[in-house]
């Protein structure tokens, strides 16, 4: 089954501003749409930039603001430049300029490697350089409520399948695969794996699989000697 993408999953009601809008109104939007950032795009509709919550936080308005001067050993515009995000009422001063965005093809787990990676909230969705939809934290976890349950068939034959095909393709284990037997349901484990992080990913992969009514866990964890990363 294909993954999704945003353009699946966007939210395509999206409150965007211009880049003369003032920092007030864009604050009354966030509030008032409970979203913690917003796009700013420019005269020809294109995606400039994006104010979010943490742009406002050393406003003037909050006595929170640097003035020139006050880079503590910055080159001499730096402290010009905290100075005018924090003073100045337009938003395309104290916007975020270097905005990640994404295709509407974006499938989810790029999406989510970018939140992790850069550490953001939200990414704008866009289509020639125009905002189409906004993809958030939120979104993503509203597509893990909403992903279909796993699919194996019921059956202790298929149950074992399952688990040793996901224990080769998703956790790669560095030694041999456990031994799996299933009996009604219940998953036995024989074997050994070199760490107990291995072994906690091999319970989750058990349980992650469809029709499994128990856990036989008689795993051994056998380390590895120092140097030795075979």
Same mark, same amino acid.
């Given at each position: 089954?294909?993954?999704?993408?945003?353009g699946?999953?966007?939210?395509?009601d999206?409150?965007?501003?211009?880049? @003369?809008?003032?920092?007030r109104?864009a604050?009354?939007l966030?509030?008032?749409r409970?979203?913690?950032?917003?796009p700013?795009? @420019?005269d020809e509709g294109? $995606?400039? /930039?994006i104010?979010?919550?943490g742009?406002?936080?050393?406003?003037?308005?909050l +006595?929170?603001?640097? &003035?020139? *001067?006050?880079?503590?050993?910055?080159?001499?515009?730096?402290?010009?430049?905290?100075?005018i995000?924090?003073h100045? &009422?337009?938003?395309?001063d104290?916007?975020?300029?270097?905005?990640?965005?994404? %295709?509407?093809?974006?499938? $989810?787990?790029?999406?989510?490697?970018?939140?992790d990676?850069l550490d953001?909230?939200?990414? %704008?969705?866009?289509?020639?350089?125009?905002v189409? /939809?906004?993809?958030?934290?939120?979104?993503l $976890?509203r597509? =893990?409520?909403?992903?279909?349950?796993?699919?194996t068939?019921? *059956?202790?034959t298929? =149950?074992?399948l /399952? =688990? $040793?095909? +996901?224990?080769?393709?998703?956790?790669?284990?560095?030694? %041999?695969?456990p031994?799996?037997?299933?009996e009604?349901g219940?998953?036995?484990?024989?074997g050994?794996?070199?760490?107990?992080?291995e072994?906690?990913?091999?319970?989750?992969?058990?349980?992650?699989?469809?029709?499994?009514?128990?856990?036989?866990?008689?795993? @051994?964890?056998v380390g590895i000697?120092?140097?030795?990363?075979?």
């Amino acid at each position: 089954m294909a993954q999704a993408t945003a353009g699946d999953i966007m939210t395509t009601d999206v409150a965007c501003i211009a880049l @003369d809008t003032s920092v007030r109104r864009a604050a009354e939007l966030m509030l008032a749409r409970r979203v913690s950032g917003l796009p700013v795009i @420019d005269d020809e509709g294109r $995606l400039a /930039g994006i104010v979010t919550e943490g742009d406002l936080m050393r406003r003037a308005e909050l +006595r929170h603001a640097p &003035w020139p *001067g006050d880079d503590s050993g910055g080159d001499a515009g730096s402290g010009h430049e905290a100075y005018i995000r924090s003073h100045s &009422w337009r938003a395309g001063d104290v916007m975020t300029a270097a905005v990640v965005s994404v %295709p509407e093809a974006a499938p $989810l787990s790029e999406i989510a490697a970018l939140f992790d990676r850069l550490d953001i909230k939200r990414v %704008p969705v866009v289509r020639e350089a125009r905002v189409v /939809g906004i993809v958030s934290r939120s979104d993503l $976890l509203r597509a =893990i409520v909403s992903a279909p349950l796993d699919r194996t068939a019921a *059956g202790d034959t298929a =149950i074992r399948l /399952g =688990i $040793l095909a +996901r224990l080769r393709e998703d956790i790669r284990l560095a030694g %041999p695969v456990p031994s799996v037997a299933v009996e009604g349901g219940v998953v036995h484990l024989r074997g050994s794996v070199r760490s107990q992080a291995e072994r906690d990913a091999v319970r989750v992969v058990v349980e992650g699989v469809r029709g499994v009514a128990g856990i036989e866990d008689r795993l @051994d964890v056998v380390g590895i000697a120092p140097g030795d990363d075979r």
